[in-house]
């Protein structure tokens, strides 16, 4: 598909469509959805923002490219004034006291947000059926979950509900619903775009992530979030990605695929074929494909878990409803926090809390955290040694289809399990997109740290290729 | 200092257990061979560069995100956010 933000910024220029009519066509949608991908709209906050627009193109103003153009938010950044729930009990009533860099630099280019998109709370899921407002039911086929946990942004992208969506991905949070509702989902590299105002999850591998249905808008809006922030001292400087440079892709000669992803036993046999079909395809093309070793899936899936873990039970410490939250009173302090905590999250982020404490307690922490830190540090330097032979790397973003509604609740491991081709490049910090073709969940692309650019070149290959 | 604290008084979790979903997993690492063994050996911190640390200063916060933090408290007495009894221990 072309891009969405050009067409609809020619027709506000050319003053075909006013931008009123537009949110407000955007916002009935949203509210009539069915699919539960909204927790809060921001109706009256939208709609004078594109009352503004309005104004500045009657009066014979030229308008930016983002300006007027209406986005969706995953309930998990901060945006003054409004919720911030995380789709949790504990900040169902949290409103928001500054706005996240990422959001803020969208709207100083004018873009306008319509929703706070539902999720799996803070993030812990893979389904989006981890919150308070009901699970995300899939855009194509509403009996399968969204995917998560970016899964209302996911579908709200797929629906048109909205133009594009800002997800958030740990371990693919944003690529998984994109792969399972058909759209491009994108996970920068590590610090190519500030955390600050996005609530952690896991630090080290938490990424800001468009999701939209070109690579031409991913690529608009992944230049506008980018750039150095002080309040994220893990953000770098980067350069714009021009609309030209990726339109051609020559220099890609070299691509690798994970062998045993594609051996594994666990790929569901139509992904499988879809996928050799696709490097044939490049084959084709003259590209040279090669095949790669890597660590076993179920050591990608526990090394990510374990990191993971341990951070989330460090970063979600903060929330024991002493300054803000859903507080429960109880005898004493102490007391307070624990019924607090334990009235107030969900099942799985009870889990993870205890899994990242037992890895971080005295006698655990060695033969489990540190050997996970060790452990990530061979599977960096395992990328780093592949993208000395290859360009890119392509791989499926999941061995399977989207599960039915109620089955990953009922099997935690299953679902960890389900993360074993996206977690690897998050541990690396690596940028990689999903794009929705090649498998029935898509496609991933992946390049070394810092080289987001020829990752959207690929992409822009493959939609001619395939 | 010696004392032991079970997982519920860790995550300030009532009644939490550690998950058999979980322990699968880390069973995993346990059992992983890895070819480095020094985990502060690396090069893939995100370390920011000494010369490159931000002001020290105080930022004042504005008037609206100060009303938003107070408007958040969860209970207020008298013009002041009141918390439970402290601990005393």
Redesign the interface.
């Known amino acids: 598909m072309d891009s969405q933000i050009h067409k609809i910024h020619q027709q506000l220029a050319n003053k075909e469509i006013t931008c009123t009519s537009l949110v407000q066509e955007k916002l009935d949608l949203l509210k009539q959805n069915t699919n539960n991908t909204v927790n809060s709209l921001l109706d009256t906050l939208a709609l004078s923002l594109a009352a503004k627009v309005d104004a500045k193109i009657k009066k014979g103003e030229t308008i930016g490219l983002l300006e007027g153009i209406p986005f969706g938010i995953k309930d998990v950044y901060m945006l003054q004034g409004t919720t911030a729930t995380a789709s949790s009990n504990l900040l169902k009533n949290y409103k928001s006291a500054y706005t996240a860099t990422a959001i803020q630099k969208l709207l100083d280019a004018g873009a306008i947000p319509l929703a706070k998109e539902n999720c799996d709370s803070f993030g812990h899921g893979s389904s989006s059926e981890n919150t308070i407002f009901g699970a995300v039911k899939n855009a194509i086929n509403p009996d399968l979950v969204g995917g998560g946990s970016s899964g209302g942004s996911a579908v709200n992208v797929a629906k048109d509900y909205t133009v594009f969506s800002i997800g958030g991905d740990t371990g693919g949070s944003v690529r998984q619903p994109a792969g399972y509702n058909h759209v491009y989902g994108l996970k920068p590299t590590y610090g190519r775009i500030s955390r600050f105002g996005l609530m952690a999850y896991a630090s080290s591998t938490d990424c800001v992530g468009p999701i939209a249905k070109s690579v031409e808008d991913i690529r608009i809006v992944l230049n506008v979030m980018s750039g150095k922030d002080i309040k994220d001292q893990t953000t770098y400087a980067s350069a714009e990605i021009n609309e030209d440079s990726i339109l051609t892709s020559t220099e890609i000669k070299t691509v690798g695929y994970f062998k045993n992803f594609i051996e594994s036993e666990a790929i569901n046999p139509e992904i499988k074929t879809e996928f050799l079909a696709t490097i044939e395809k490049i084959k084709a093309k003259g590209i040279v494909v090669k095949e790669l070793d890597f660590f076993k899936s179920d050591i990608l899936v526990s090394t990510y878990y374990t990191l993971a873990m341990a951070e989330t039970a460090s970063n979600l410490s903060r929330l024991d409803g002493s300054n803000y939250g859903n507080r429960i009173e109880d005898k004493s302090l102490k007391e307070s926090y624990a019924i607090t905590r334990s009235e107030n999250f969900s099942e799985e982020t009870k889990r993870r809390i205890v899994g990242g404490n037992q890895v971080l307690s005295q006698g655990f922490s060695d033969e489990i955290y540190l050997k996970g830190l060790a452990l990530r540090d061979s599977i960096s330097e395992s990328f780093e040694k592949d993208f000395k032979e290859v360009d890119v790397i392509l791989s499926p973003v999941t061995p399977n289809t989207p599960p039915k509604i109620g089955n990953s609740l009922k099997d935690p491991h299953a679902m960890y399990l389900s993360d074993a081709y996206t977690v690897g490049f998050s541990l690396g910090q690596l940028p990689t997109l999903t794009i929705p073709q090649g498998t029935e969940t898509g496609l991933q692309i992946t390049a070394a740290k810092n080289n987001d650019e020829l990752v959207l070149k690929f992409a822009n290959f493959l939609k001619d290729t395939i | 200092m010696s004392k032991i ?1 079970t ?2 008084v ?13 322990n ?3 069973e ?3 059992n ?1 061979n ?6 502060f ?2 090069n ?1 911190n ?1 370390c ?1 560069s000494l010369n ?3 002001e020290d200063v105080v930022i004042e ?1 504005s008037a ?2 100060k009303q ?2 107070i ?5 207020e007495k008298n013009g002041y956010l009141v ?6 221990e």
């Open positions: 604290m997982v519920d860790l995550s300030s979790i009532k009644g939490a257990q550690p998950s058999e979903a979980v699968k997993l880390f995993v690492i346990k992983a890895s070819t480095n063994n020094n985990s050996n690396n893939h995100n920011v490159d640390l931000r916060s609206i995100e938003i933090i408007e958040n408290f969860p209970k918390v439970s009894k402290v601990i005393e």
